[in-house]
């Protein structure tokens, strides 16, 4: 798991039932929480992190934002 060094979990996971207003093209969602902006960048940046990144690209395209 490359979230736990990083004090991040998963919020929740769904699928896409039914749109109210616009389109999305990606009718999955995962969301992550960290305690900080700065522990989300720190995470993203992993050797961890980064050393799947090359598997998750062949398996789903993403579009993966911060919020704060």
Request: hydrophobic share 40%; net charge negative.
């Amino acid at each position: 798991n490359t979230l736990e060094p990083f004090g991040g979990k998963v919020l929740f996971r769904g699928s896409l039932t039914d749109s109210f207003v616009g389109e999305t093209p990606y009718p999955e969602i995962v969301a992550i929480e960290f305690e900080s902006p700065k522990l989300a960048k720190d995470w993203f940046k992993s050797e961890a992190y980064q050393a799947i990144v090359e598997t998750r690209q062949k398996g789903a395209n993403i579009i993966l934002n911060l919020y704060e």
